[in-house]
């Protein structure tokens, strides 16, 4: 009766080790999308056009905001973007761009 409770609780145990390596490596992997990260390049200074096929070709997309025309900025460049650069994020998540106006 003993060896038999004792063969049961280490087959559970097994059983249950295997069900947790499971989840952690396979099954939630899958579900939070590990893969599916990328750096964010630094696209500061770029043309508007060359920083959003940058964006697109690591599956990124693109929202722009233009913003008041200032002498300091070359006018339809990236000034400021969100989230940061070199920022760990997911393929498919909307990139935001400031680009500096025409006069």
Not at 2 to 12: D, G, K, P, Q, V
């Amino acid at each position: 009766m003993i060896r038999t409770l004792i063969n049961y609780s280490f087959a559970s145990m097994i059983l249950i080790a295997i069900a947790i390596f499971f989840m952690d490596h396979v099954l939630l992997p899958l579900y939070v999308g590990y893969d599916n990260e990328h750096y964010l390049e630094d696209i500061r200074g770029e043309y508007l056009q060359k920083a959003i096929s940058t964006l697109k070709k690591n599956r990124f997309k693109a929202e722009v905001i233009t913003i008041p025309f200032n002498e300091k900025n070359i006018p339809g460049t990236v000034v400021k973007m969100s989230p940061r650069p070199f920022t760990k994020v997911k393929e498919g998540r909307t990139i935001s761009l400031t680009i500096a106006g025409h006069r």
